[in-house]
T-cell receptor
Framework: DAGVIQSPRHEVTEMGQEVTLRCKPI?????LFWYRQTMMRGLELLIY????????DSGMPEDRFSAKMPNASFSTLKIQPSEPRDSAVYFC???????????FGPGTRLTVL | GDSVTQMEGPVTLSEEAFLTINCTYT??????LFWYVQYPGEGLQLLLK?????DKGSNKGFEATYRKETTSFHLEKGSVQVSDSAVYFC????????????FGSGTQLTVLP
């Protein structure tokens, strides 16, 4: 069975460039979560969706970050313009309706030079 | 607000040693409790969970018991292996449409041969 799929796995870009991270949740899951992981701040929830609708984006660090979920099988996290302090591993996770357990993707390691 | 506190790492043990990683939580009500594990270069995976007081979650030789009176969910394993080297996260979640996970800061475990 395919798990949560994220792309790209690694991204290296220069400051000021736009970055788009992609996530395909597990089929049948109706909740999707975006997390950021750094050594300094640990694992932070950025935003989550239920049934493609953003529920809580209070974790999004600033207006440079935006996330969309146009349908049940795809979500994007965009950073524009990117800054060196955005360098982190970004995880997407999804869960079944009515279940607490989240299934995580392998992550995208972002490096902003 | 809800929070999870884990013992500070890193933890270094010899193979076959006994492992305890402490986790306590603060929450209004009775959440479900989880341990997730993150192996190097990978996303988080659910290790075990417990949904009500006195429940014991277990998997791969790891155990944790939901203690309401001490608001704790300590992770234990009787004999660790080198392959258990990873970062361990304690987390909580409430039932409801959101089912957002609140994570602890993670504990790095290294097991030496």
């Amino acid at each position: 069975d395919a798990g949560v799929i994220q792309s790209p796995r690694h991204e290296v870009t220069e400051m000021g460039q736009e970055v788009t991270l992609r996530c395909k949740p597990i089929s049948g899951h109706n909740s999707l979560f975006w997390y950021r992981q750094t050594m300094m701040r640990g694992l932070e929830l950025l935003i989550y969706f239920n049934n493609n609708v953003p529920i809580d984006d209070s974790g999004m660090p600033e207006d440079r970050f935006s996330a969309k979920m146009p349908n049940a099988s795809f979500s994007t996290l965009k950073i524009q313009p990117s800054e060196p302090r955005d360098s982190a591993v970004y995880f997407c996770a999804s869960s079944f309706p009515g279940e607490n357990e989240q299934f995580f993707g392998p992550g995208t390691r972002l490096t902003v030079l | 607000g809800d929070s999870v506190t884990q013992m500070e790492g890193p933890v270094t043990l010899s193979e076959e040693a006994f492992l305890t990683i402490n986790c306590t939580y603060t929450a209004t009500g009775y959440p479900s409790l989880f341990w997730y594990v993150q192996y190097p270069g990978e996303g988080l995976q659910l290790l075990l969970k417990a949904t009500k007081a006195d429940d014991k979650g277990s998997n791969k030789g790891f155990e944790a018991t939901y203690r309401k009176e001490t608001t704790s969910f300590h992770l234990e394993k009787g004999s660790v292996q080198v392959s258990d080297s990873a970062v361990y996260f304690c987390a909580l979640s409430f039932s409801g449409s959101a089912r957002q996970l609140t994570f602890g800061s993670g504990t790095q475990l290294t097991v030496l041969p």
